[in-house]
């Protein structure tokens, strides 16, 4: 991960991109990093080593990406509820 990342918090943007905004939901409000090139990936950089989500991707593929995988998700969510509910970062199996 580099520096110049920019994490997003878009609301409004839930309407557009609702399996993006379910996914975060889902991991706790894990936020998106918006790289320079533009590409977006869920990642929670307050760890060490930082700890991915998601592939790094457009938007629009981002978006289809967590639409077919919103299961794993939701198990993941699941699995780690308590931990989740109490602001504690699990790890999602790499599945990507």
Same mark, same amino acid.
């Not at 878009?10 to 990093?33: D, R, Y």
């Not at 592939?55 to 978006?63: A, I, N």
């Given at each position: ?24 939901? @889902?991991?706790?409000? &894990? ?16 760890? $060490? *080593? ?17 639409? @077919?995988?919103?299961? &794993? ?16 970062? $699990? *790890? ?5």
């Amino acid at each position: 991960m580099t520096d110049q990342v920019m994490h997003i918090f878009a609301p409004e943007q839930s309407k557009i991109t609702p399996f993006i905004t379910k996914v975060e939901m @889902l991991l706790g409000g &894990i936020p998106q990093v918006m790289f320079p090139d533009g590409t977006l990936q869920f990642a929670d950089q307050d760890q $060490r *080593p930082v700890i991915l989500f998601s592939p790094r991707l457009p938007e629009p593929e981002l978006e289809e990406f967590c639409r @077919l995988n919103i299961k &794993i998700y939701e198990q993941h969510y699941q699995h780690h509820k308590e931990a989740i509910d109490n602001f504690e970062t $699990r *790890p999602i199996t790499q599945f990507w």
